[in-house]
Nanobody, 126 residues
Framework: QVQLVESGGGLVQAGDSLRLSCAASGRTISIYVMGWFRQAPGKEREFVAAISWDGVTTYYADSVKGRFTISRDNAKNTVYLQMNSLKPEDTAVYYC???????????????????WGQGTQVTVSS
């Protein structure tokens, strides 16, 4: 079992930056592909970013490409999402997730992920 806990969310203004963290416990995340998803009110959960187990490969949703950066520190059992140039449409609950299988170079699907965090709220005001 892997327990994931997100932190770092908050209320910011458009153009600001935030760094989300996802701390894992119970098992090393070094064997897992890690992803960030988000869900806005009234919308389905959507893929944001993915990173391979070794940190070599990353993949982003078009809506965040060039603004968000996913990274991981397996020694600290932690995954990060650096979010720059935030926009009001980035407002959502952000979830960290761990999975086993990933076709590198493609979005992760929620159904592929075996473990989820509880989410952290990000609100961007205009």
């Amino acid at each position: 079992q892997v327990q994931l806990v997100e932190s770092g969310g908050g209320l910011v203004q458009a153009g600001d930056s935030l760094r989300l963290s996802c701390a894992a416990s119970g098992r090393t995340i070094s064997i897992y592909v890690m992803g960030w998803f988000r869900q806005a009110p009234g919308k389905e959960r959507e893929f944001v970013a993915a990173i391979s187990w070794d940190g070599v490969t990353t993949y982003y949703a078009d809506s965040v490409k060039g603004r968000f950066t996913i990274s991981r520190d397996n020694a600290k059992n932690t995954v990060y999402l650096q979010m720059n140039s935030l926009k009001p449409e980035d407002t959502a609950v952000y979830y960290c997730a761990a999975g086993i299988k990933w076709n590198r170079g493609s979005p992760l699907l929620p159904g592929q992920m075996g473990y989820w965090g509880q989410g952290t709220q990000v609100t961007v005001s205009s």
